[in-house]
């Protein structure tokens, strides 16, 4: 064998590695092997990545060293990590218990801070801002164990609402906390240091929750069809604010929370741009930070040094005790029971991103040293695994008190559900698949489906492999937002009929079509297709408009008629539209009279829902140019109708589309026809807007019938 080719290959693995292509390939290994072996110990993902990155890093095997394309990748990291964060906070949580979580936020910043400082100031005897560096770490923790949580069916629990709002108030402030920290070590603590912060910080806070929540609303609404521009752009958002933190004299990883924080809204958590944005922060970036943090750690300052292990024990006795303190205390303030104290520490007790993030700051400006570094690492092993053990623990203890999402013998109206999605014009497809995914729920095993009815005729067959390659480019774009389509095609003399047909085939739950054409004088007579559908099904049934990006809303304005709540599909649509709230983050004003509006706070209450809502007690559909003083332009709008027949139903309602979408040519409209009954028996102590003479309103609804078919559209 030819010396040279032999010697090509000693030399490239060589270490520390110097191939590119190599150190690459050896980095994609790790991020996909770390996780699947330690999935089976229970050992979280991050925990992997660190100990990958000590194994291989220049104080132990020297596999690889920092460089400068590691140090890049790794700030990426370090970014994407505190964005991720700031985009992912649940702010209708926050709002739901802003003063318990801003009571509980005090305690669990402030009680380690308390614990740490003197500890590490006068035991270790480290200076002032070395000190203040390590205590405010400590106030630090990440929801690692949320998904614990979750799994148990207990994440409305108020305990868990207490924990998150903490979450925002207490990562942001310690992110504060360290650029005064940072300039403290600097020595430049005087007045004009605070002047220039206290201008600079004010500056950055209009630019990132004035200005820039004002440009991505006008980038998301220009650019609606450019699907890859907008994570190109949301990185750019990133990056952007991250430069002006520092030349305010932040640091840069309060730009990038700030940049999550404001763009929380604009990014739905089911929609396709989150899913891009989770897939690569996990798949590249965030595991690239967390090897080049455990390639900074020497394993043979903890071993030979008697120091380093002990500030290593101290910062895990800080941690427990502190953030157990602090939810003690919270407990006793507002007597949540033991169960649900245990719950806030499992919660709030685990350092991972947040702490990674600060302490790396800390080192990087010569704050503190490499035995803190070694010692906040074994922190983040030890109260990962502690607190994960600690929230499972608790979560049974609060499922055995009964204190549950939804009790397991109860109906769950979204556990089997199955919506589908006739499409008729390949123009609109994208953005009813967004709303779809937008309001199926989460815990539905059916995909959407996605039907296309062919008329029957001598083109049938052809029209039904067109009909099949255009559902094909419907699913490769469900693929990008991990939405899960099956595709549906059938043969029917009539559209309606078809529709009527499949659905009953699949037992869906809800049918969500496009905004009904323009009519024929023929359609008005016989019934147009949005019309033929409701009589042909009993299903709840969604007709949206979208008019402009879903993202771009103030608010939802909903609609409800009275008797509603009569309704068989009552609790089914008011989930869709919580759901919907809940995803865009928008409050929502609803128009209802007295005993609608009871019906609706009570499922709200009994659900655990995180939402701002407003009451406004009034008859819509009356005087339909009332509308116009409850809807602004940038107002989605939810009208609750009914089919004819129906408790809630009033004459109206027939011609209600048409004359909405007049009104409002620009605003999103969502109609909801809720599922009927064959038959009912209720309690009708609210009839005063129900007709008293059938026999004069069927001559005024004909009337009317028949000047609508004369209209000009």
Same mark, same amino acid.
């Given at each position: ?32 092997? +770390? ?8 050992? !979280? ?6 100990? /990958? ?53 005090? @305690? ?9 400082? !003197? ?89 990132? @929750? ?18 890859? $521009? ?75 040094? $008697? ?17 157990? $303190? =602090? ?6 303030? @507002? ?72 009790? !397991? ?20 497809m994208q953005t009813l698949l967004d709303v779809a995914s937008l309001i199926q729920s989460k815990k539905s095993p059916h995909p959407l489906t996605v039907l296309s009815v062919v008329p029957n005729n001598e083109m049938a ?11 094909? /480019? ?21 559209? =309606? ?77 008011? +989930? ?8 865009? +983050? ?23 829902? $995180? ?27 939810? @009208? ?14 027939? /011609? ?58």
């Amino acid at each position: 064998m030819d010396k040279g080719f032999i010697e090509h290959i000693r030399h490239a693995f060589e270490t520390p590695l110097s191939n590119p292509v190599l150190i690459f390939a050896l980095i994609l290994f790790i991020i996909l092997l +770390s996780p699947i072996l330690l999935r089976k110990i229970k050992i !979280p993902a991050i925990i992997g990545l660190i100990v /990958s990155g000590v194994i291989i890093g220049p104080h132990a095997l020297n596999i690889l060293e920092r460089n400068i394309a590691v140090d890049l990748f790794s700030t990426i990291g370090l970014l994407y990590i505190m964005f991720v964060a700031g985009l992912e906070l649940d702010m209708n949580d926050f709002g739901k218990s802003k003063y318990k979580s801003l009571t509980f936020g005090s @305690f669990t910043f402030l009680v380690p801070v308390i614990f740490a400082y !003197p500890m590490f100031h006068f035991v270790f005897g480290y200076d002032p801002a070395a000190s203040i560096m390590i205590a405010v770490m400590m106030a630090t923790h990440t929801l690692v164990a949320f998904p614990v949580v979750t799994s148990y069916g207990i994440a409305k629990n108020e305990a868990v609402a207490v924990a998150i709002g903490g979450t925002i108030l207490t990562d942001t402030a310690v992110l504060v906390a360290l650029a005064v920290i940072v300039g403290f070590s600097a020595g430049a603590l005087n007045g004009e240091f605070w002047l220039q912060m206290g201008i600079s910080f004010s500056i950055f806070l209009v630019i990132m @929750f004035v200005i820039i929540p004002r440009v991505a609303k006008w980038f998301f609404k220009k650019v609606e069809a450019e699907k890859t $521009s907008h994570y190109i752009f949301v990185l750019s958002i990133v990056f952007f604010a991250a430069f002006i933190a520092e030349v305010c004299g932040l640091e840069p990883i309060i730009g990038a929370f700030m940049a999550g924080l404001a763009l929380n809204r604009f990014i739905p958590h089911s929609s396709a741009l989150m899913n891009r944005i989770d897939f690569i922060g996990n798949a590249i970036f965030i595991p690239f930070f967390l090897i080049s943090v455990g390639m900074l750690v020497d394993v043979s300052v903890l071993i030979n040094d $008697s120091r380093a292990i002990l500030i290593a024990l101290a910062l895990i006795a800080v941690s427990i005790s502190g953030k157990w $303190s =602090a939810a003690f205390l919270t407990q006793k303030i @507002f007597k949540y029971s033991a169960a649900q104290r245990q719950l806030i520490y499992g919660l709030s007790g685990s350092h991972a991103a947040a702490t990674l993030a600060v302490i790396m700051v800390g080192f990087q400006n010569d704050i503190v040293g490499e035995n803190v570094l070694n010692g906040a690492i074994l922190l983040i092993l030890v109260s990962c695994v502690i607190a994960t053990f600690a929230a499972e623990a608790a979560s049974k203890k609060v499922v055995l008190e009964g204190d549950i999402d939804v009790e !397991p013998n109860a109906k769950d109206e979204n556990a089997e559900e199955n919506i589908i999605l006739p499409i008729a014009n390949l123009n609109n497809m994208q953005t009813l698949l967004d709303v779809a995914s937008l309001i199926q729920s989460k815990k539905s095993p059916h995909p959407l489906t996605v039907l296309s009815v062919v008329p029957n005729n001598e083109m049938a067959e052809i029209n039904l492999k067109k009909a099949r390659k255009n559902l094909d /480019s419907i699913a490769k774009y469900a693929s990008g937002s991990e939405t899960e389509v099956n595709i549906m095609t059938t043969i029917d003399y009539n559209i =309606a009929g078809g529709i009527s047909r499949a659905s009953k085939e699949i037992l869906a739950t809800g049918i969500l079509i496009g905004w009904p054409s323009k009519t024929s004088i023929i359609d008005k007579l016989v019934g147009g297709k949005a019309e033929s559908i409701l009589n042909l099904t009993d299903v709840s049934l969604f007709m949206c408009r979208v008019e402009q990006p879903v993202v771009g809303h103030k608010r939802i304005v909903l609609f409800v008629p009275p008797m509603a709540e009569a309704e068989k599909g009552f609790q089914y649509w008011l +989930s869709k539209v919580i759901l919907l709230t809940q995803e865009l +983050s928008l409050p929502v004003k609803c128009i209802c009279n007295a005993r609608t509006q009871i019906a609706i706070e009570k499922y709200i209450q009994k659900r655990k829902v $995180s939402i701002h809502i407003n009451f406004e007690n009034a008859l819509f559909y009356e005087k339909m140019q009332d509308l116009s003083k409850y809807i602004e332009p940038e107002d989605f709008a939810v @009208f609750v109708l009914a089919r004819a027949g129906d408790v809630s139903y009033d004459h109206h309602f027939d /011609s209600f589309p048409r004359r909405v979408s007049d009104m409002f040519p620009s605003n999103n409209l969502l109609l909801i026809y809720p599922s009927r009954r064959n038959r009912s028996t209720i309690d009708l102590t609210d009839v005063h807007h129900a007709p008293y003479a059938p026999g004069l309103e069927t001559m005024e609804n004909l009337t009317k019938r028949f000047t609508n078919i004369l209209r000009k559209d």
